[in-house]
Structure formats: structure tokens, C-alpha cells
């Protein structure tokens, strides 16, 4: 499977969810260098996407848009929100992501019969955002997003759910 194919089921199944509470079990967040300005980016270039799959048993689809695409659309929405402007001419931010799916998780949930906690199998997903200032190479933010995997998704409450996690976290970005 190519890179951008499997990159695209991994974004789809990190935060994929049941539609009547799409965005229940999203976490987000995210750290800012407390001595950076943030007033002083301007722009922004996109560096790359990573992808990082635990998946033994194939117990993923490949999702039916591009994921990759949507996930960068959604963080140049809240980038051009905040002033910035995609530029590929000595940027001030450079722009990555990285996304990951452990297929084969487990944590402790509270048991409803038994109201005790319980090992349960709760496939887990990740987004990660990270901003580097393009001078000094340093990070100067990052936002993480997890959630649980659902099976069977439909596309509306993929996008719904990626939409949720990219706001809350650029919620969290210092305003300029």
C-alpha cells in the first residue's frame, strides 16, 4: 500500500466515530513555547505528513475521500484565521503532521452492570500539528489530538470528527 493511501486510512480511522456524539472521546491538547511571539508569523510552508500504524489484523477500510487533504484544509482554515498566509518563499512557520492507529489497544472502562473497571479493547488513534520557526528550526507549538476508533464510520461523521480536533486544537494556539 502506498504512503499517502495508508496515511489516508490511518487519519480516517484515528478519528472516526459514532454519528449521534461524534466528538465524545476527542482529546485535545497542545503546548506553546511561552517565550514565542506568535505576532510576528506571517506565513507558512507545509513540510510533510508522517504515519505510524500498529494494524496486525487489516481491520481498517481505506476511507472514501482524501483524508490528507481535508486534514491540510482544515489546518490552513484555522491558520488563515489566525493572519497567516501559505507562502513557499522563506516562510516564518513551517507546517507538519503526523498521524497514528494502534489497532490493538486496551484500557480500563467502567463496567455499567458491574461498576467496576474492566479491560476492554478500544483501538486508539492520534493527530498530531506541530509549527516550527522556519529561522531557528525549533518548535515553537504543537497540538495532539486522540481519540478512540469505531468501526464503519460513514464519511460525514469522519469529516465531522476531524473538524472537531483540528479546532479545539488551534483553540489552544496564542492568538496573534
Not at 489546518?75 to 501559505?86: A, D, F, P, Q, V
Not at 469505531?150 to 470528527?161: A, I, L
Amino acid at each position: 500500500m502506498c504512503k499517502n493511501s495508508v496515511l489516508l486510512l490511518v487519519i480516517a480511522v484515528l478519528l472516526s466515530g459514532c454519528a449521534t456524539v461524534p466528538t465524545k472521546d476527542i482529546r485535545t491538547e497542545a503546548q506553546a513555547d511561552p517565550k514565542t511571539d506568535f505576532s510576528k508569523y506571517k506565513t507558512y510552508a507545509w513540510l510533510g505528513t508522517a504515519a505510524v500504524i500498529n494494524d496486525p489484523y487489516g481491520q481498517w477500510k481505506i476511507p472514501s475521500f482524501d483524508a490528507v487533504a481535508e486534514l491540510k484544509r482544515l489546518i490552513n482554515r484555522e491558520l488563515t484565521k489566525r493572519g497567516l498566509k501559505e507562502s513557499y518563499s522563506n516562510p516564518d512557520l513551517i507546517v507538519l503532521f503526523a498521524a497514528g492507529v494502534d489497532m490493538e489497544t486496551f484500557k480500563l472502562k467502567v463496567s455499567p452492570d458491574a461498576k467496576i473497571n474492566i479491560l476492554e479493547h478500544t483501538p486508539t488513534g492520534g493527530l498530531m500539528v506541530v509549527l516550527v520557526d522556519n529561522a531557528s528550526g525549533y518548535v515553537n507549538w504543537a497540538g495532539v489530538a486522540t481519540a478512540e476508533i469505531q468501526k464503519n464510520p460513514d464519511t460525514r461523521t469522519v469529516k465531522t470528527r476531524l473538524d472537531y480536533a483540528v479546532t479545539e486544537m488551534f483553540k489552544k494556539l496564542p492568538r496573534q
